[in-house]
């Protein structure tokens, strides 16, 4: 048996169809929303279905949720494992404990303290390690058991979920990447940026922006926005020059580089960009863009403006 994420997979009609056959409420609830592409937008950007799968026969064994949110909403506890299920022939051999280990260990790379489960259930997180933290309303206004493990703890266990852990988001991050756009939608580049070796990128399944994480569910607004008008990026709308949404918010650090980049890419392109940030990182050491760019649009476009003209030259 081998585990396999569900956003990450090459065969998600087949793993939905598995799904479907779930004889649980939950679980079908969990099929429509997969099926209608709205989970993401239910408990979080970087949620993740792992499932434990016979990899002979091609079926699923058991699955379950890993994600900022669950059925406690809002709350700042997070993340959460949810939905967590085992087909009936397979009770009994603990199999579930498996994804919870997997869950666990993206969650301790990624320096959570802790994780959470919502549960009606008595008597069989205990097995797994979880103590009971409190009863909360669930967002039906019911009364939910919520456990909680605690991960940052000293010694061996806490080594070797780092270690797989780290495996594991590797896995997910680059089959996020797999033939992506990397522009994020603010103008940034995701191809360049320094966190990038643990995030997909914001048009990715598996999106970990530092900024969109300030945001419930974590979707920065920039994001929302241009999904609401159905844009590309930010570099397609009108109001780009005085914009003051999400990352262009004045006084946050990199807002005038990040708009710099959305109107160079507006004159010139996507790839024009990535052309000029290999150019970057090539003449200067540096992490963010913003420590090149300076804190001026017009500075930051001139220096984009700079560097593109040398490029042409160069390719003359």
Not at 85 to 91: A, N, Q, S, V, W
Not at 139 to 144: F, R
Not at 263 to 271: C, V
């Amino acid at each position: 048996m081998k585990i396999v994420e569900y956003f990450t997979s090459d065969n998600q009609p087949h793993w939905l169809e598995e799904i479907r056959r779930s004889d649980w409420g939950a679980g079908q609830f969990l099929y429509e929303l997969l099926r209608d592409g709205k989970l993401k937008a239910t408990v979080g950007q970087t949620a993740l279905v792992p499932m434990l799968v016979e990899e002979e026969t091609g079926k699923l064994v058991s699955y379950c949720t890993f994600a900022p949110l669950d059925d406690i909403q809002p709350t700042e506890l997070t993340p959460w494992v949810g939905f967590v299920y085992t087909f009936p022939e397979y009770r009994g051999h603990r199999y579930a404990g498996r994804l919870l280990e997997y869950a666990e260990s993206l969650a301790t790379v990624m320096g959570k303290e802790a994780i959470y489960i919502s549960t009606g259930h008595t008597g069989l997180y205990e097995k797994y390690g979880y103590t009971f933290f409190r009863m909360m309303k669930d967002v039906s206004g019911e009364d939910s058991r919520v456990y909680r493990k605690l991960l940052q703890t000293d010694g061996e266990d806490r080594q070797r979920r780092m270690e797989q852990g780290d495996s594991r988001k590797n896995e997910i991050v680059t089959a996020a990447k797999k033939d992506l756009d990397m522009t994020a939608f603010c103008g940034f580049s995701c191809k360049h940026c320094f966190l990038g070796q643990w995030c997909g990128g914001c048009r990715s399944v598996f999106c970990c922006c530092s900024y969109g994480t300030l945001y419930l569910g974590g979707k920065c607004p920039n994001v929302s926005c241009c999904a609401e008008k159905g844009l590309d990026g930010c570099w397609e709308c009108g109001a780009l020059a005085v914009c003051e949404t999400g990352f262009y918010t004045p006084g946050n650090d990199g807002a005038a580089a990040c708009k710099a980049q959305a109107l160079f890419i507006r004159s010139h392109g996507k790839q024009a960009l990535f052309r000029v940030h290999d150019k970057l990182h090539e003449t200067y050491d540096f992490q963010k863009t913003q420590e090149i760019l300076g804190a001026s649009v017009e500075e930051g476009l001139k220096i984009l403006e700079g560097i593109w003209m040398e490029l042409q030259k160069e390719g003359e």
